[in-house]
């Protein structure tokens, strides 16, 4: 059984970093494709970062430059350096795997940036 948790969230003030966590169990990491994804109140949930099995990222527009994904197969764990927080980063955080028809999403970290 596939399962997602993510861990690192918090309360920050702008400026400062964070850095979120994903432990993945189950079979497949290595050769699945794992993603960031955020939804802020009232608005629609959308893709933070990504990084495949081969470790091609890619980025939202919004957090380009300031935001990294990394993977850890070694420990079936994905991570997200979050660098130069604004208050329009607050949202809940989720994790996202997908290899072929599996796609698996964890419980959501809250991150919340305010001074």
């Known amino acids: 059984q596939v399962q997602l948790v993510e861990s690192g969230g918090g309360l920050v003030q702008p400026g400062e970093s964070l850095r979120l966590s994903c432990v993945y169990s189950?079979?497949?990491?290595?050769?699945?494709?794992i993603a960031w994804y955020r939804q802020a109140p009232g608005k629609q949930r959308e893709l933070v970062a990504g990084i495949t099995a081969g470790y091609r990222t890619n980025y939202g527009d919004d957090v380009k430059g300031r935001f990294t994904i990394s993977r850890d197969n070694a420990k079936n764990t994905v991570y997200l350096q979050m660098n130069s927080l604004k208050p329009e980063d607050t949202a809940v955080y989720y994790c996202?795997?997908?290899?072929?028809?599996?796609?698996?999403w964890g419980q959501g970290t809250q991150v919340t940036v305010s001074s």
């Open positions: 189950g079979g497949l990491f290595s050769i699945g494709n």
């Open positions: 996202n795997f997908k290899y072929v028809a599996i796609d698996r």
